[in-house]
DNA sequence: TAGTGGTCTAGACCACACG
DNA sequence: GTGTGGTCTAGACCACTAC
């Protein structure tokens, strides 16, 4: 239990403090609350942002256990009650996963149940599967000014573009066309990409360093092309699903254009409302 | 405050303590929580269920304020954080709203900002319109087996169905097929329809008492029939988004099934993902 | 048996809205 | 000022997992 460095400890109280008004002195009373300020932030959101930078600096790595409630109320010196609302929006976000009488555990895309998070393309009979991925093209270039505009960069900025069709049950399904941030995945090429197997975000996640965290995708109807409908075996025309992804990292900074093409006879997009 | 009648309270208690084994005196003390039992749920999940009968019952309509936390915890006779933590769950699923300071509010389809609640078709520029509604059908007749199947009824029961065309800036945009299941939903007619002027979900909740609570998609790309295509000012064979939503009210059943095609040239579905 | 998350309580104070 | 939700604390016990 409690092995971090009371160094660190000390910091973060820090930072936690720096709040409201003066706390007054942090001792056993209640009220360490925030005082009234124009920049106030609840204490559990502090906590939550001193967690998701730990998180964010590798100190907990991808399926490693965080430390537990206690250890962390420790730390920051707050309560268990504090630090469990903080964790229970990481949970929410799922940057974590809680797991009782284990502990709280840094999510992960290599993760058995959770390959699917992102991916919301289901077969209109069976279970979803995991298809293979044949990868096209794989190379730098200069980023195209939408391109750019999405990805928060300068028109001409370096740029990873990745081809690839992903097949399920043997049929092509997928055309994916991605972008990638050039300055993370630098020595991304299309051998690392076929050689990998399992989901493409598990390969950034443990090869660069990069968690995809969220994502938006606005979603068209279109018709394939030719050069679309020979790659994906389906005749020029065939009404296509245009799902247009951008996917985000910590701090909200955009890191993917991903722009997928899916073919809908046998597979359809599944939401859930609320 | 807690003009609620007792007899009611004493019901609650009493649904409440059927939990788990006998629960000691219900006095000041601590740990009247679950008893080990095969069917254990936490105290604010029976709290949950017992709020959520109350807004099912009417007793608390949409748009009105439901009991302080302090008035539910005595109601209950339990604690305010455990009734908060079961209003936090129902606020998750947008059953109730909060509003600091106010109160917490049932939510109702009527309200200002959140009538694209179901509605993900985002226009490519501007802002988000509420557009005109060209009710074309609306007539009872019995469910087809695959309506019926979806609707959880059998097949040949009573349904009401209804097609539409929505105009977004004054243009044909989706093209509706929806099937109610006949039991509510009595006395609807397309002068009521028409006569209507807000969501048609609004109209459901405040005519006929049902609340929509969630639904499910499932999105594919087809092509634009003929007829499909005249409705909604397009050629045939134009790339439509195929939405096939099923709508679901208290209890998880299903009353609504809607087939919208989307034209998707001036908008686009829009979906977050995490 | 020990450690972890999960539940529940009781009481305090803060921020917000409204009369 | 009063009432509402929002935050924070401290301490207790329960349920699950692993050793």
Redesign the pocket.
């Known amino acids: 239990?409690s092995s971090l460095p009371p160094s660190l400890a000390g910091t973060a109280v820090a930072a936690v403090q720096d709040n409201?008004a003066a706390a007054p002195g942090a001792g056993?009373?209640?009220?360490?609350?925030?005082?009234?300020s124009p920049t106030?932030s609840?204490?559990?959101?502090q906590i939550k942002a001193l967690i998701t930078q730990s998180l964010q600096s590798g100190e907990w790595k991808p399926g490693e256990m965080?430390p537990?409630?206690?250890?962390l109320a420790a730390r920051y010196k707050?309560?268990?009650?504090?630090v469990?609302?903080a964790i229970d929006e990481l949970a929410a976000e799922n940057l974590v996963a809680?797991?009782?009488?284990?502990?709280?555990f840094v999510t992960t895309h290599h993760e058995d149940g959770v390959k699917f998070r992102f991916l919301r393309l289901v077969p209109d009979e069976g279970e979803p599967h995991y298809g293979a991925s044949q990868v096209l093209e794989c190379k730098r270039l200069r980023a195209p000014a939408e391109i750019a505009r999405l990805l928060d960069i300068r028109t001409g900025d370096s740029v990873v573009q990745i081809r690839r069709v992903l097949f399920f049950s043997g049929e092509a399904t997928v055309l994916d066309e991605i972008w990638l941030l050039g300055t993370n995945f630098k020595g991304l090429t299309a051998e690392k990409l076929t050689e990998w197997k399992g989901p493409m975000y598990a390969l950034f996640e443990a090869e660069f360093g990069t968690r995809m965290i969220r994502a938006t995708e606005k979603i068209r109807a279109v018709a394939a092309d030719s050069a679309t409908a020979a790659l994906l075996s389906v005749d020029a025309g065939t009404p296509l699903l245009s799902v247009e992804r951008v996917s985000f990292t910590y701090g909200d900074r955009p890191v993917e254009v991903r722009r997928g093409l899916y073919v809908t006879t046998r597979h359809y997009y599944q939401n859930d409302l609320s």
């Open positions: 239990m409201g056993t009373q209640p009220s360490s609350a925030a005082a009234a106030f609840p204490l559990y959101q965080i537990s409630e206690m250890d707050v309560s268990q009650g504090t469990r609302k809680r797991r009782q009488g284990k502990g709280t």
